[in-house]
């Protein structure tokens, strides 16, 4: 067991869903079309300015590899860390939207989702717990994507006394808990990974 923790943890909500966006239970257990292109900009957040991509294509005993070759111009540095481990929410009944927006970046960086935790309190104390306390997070960044519900529950077992109601109607945020001299500190800092995203 390590007592160090970790570097920080991220927190996000799952992309956006059909039907009342304060209702987890409403309109099916998937992403919308919107929610699932905050999926695939997900990794937008996090991959290295200009990474080698390579595909593999099988059609009937044929295979076709193609690469992407580095082009001469600069793009945006990642606006933070690659997460060492990522953290969803079980699916259920309701949802399983947490796992959804978080796959896209989970098979680009080669990191499998820890998805066995549940949004019940018990269970997210016992995450929260491996989180802070655990040898395998200790130094690195983590991302959790969850239920906005209980995305304040979450804050609060990494440390946060008093965190903030997330608002049911938003998507679009990164909630950036951090560590320094031993306290957890919170920051809301936005995606802007979409077209109407906020700025600010």
Known sequence: MSTTGPNQVLII????KVGDPKK???SGRNLSVLGSARAAALPALFVPDLPQYACRFHHKGVEFVGSYQQIPLKGAKPRFEIPAAVFATQRSRHSKRPVETVTPLSTLLGVPIND???DDDAHIQKMTDAILHETAYAGKVVLICWHHGKIPTVAK???IAKPLKWDGKVFDR???ITFPKGKATLTDLPQMLLYGDSGK
Not at 13 to 16: K, L
């Open 13 to 16: 909500r799952h992309g956006e």
């Open 24 to 26: 987890d239970d409403d």
């Open 116 to 118: 066995r935790f549940t």
């Open 157 to 159: 077992g990494l440390g």
């Open 174 to 176: 990164v909630w950036q």
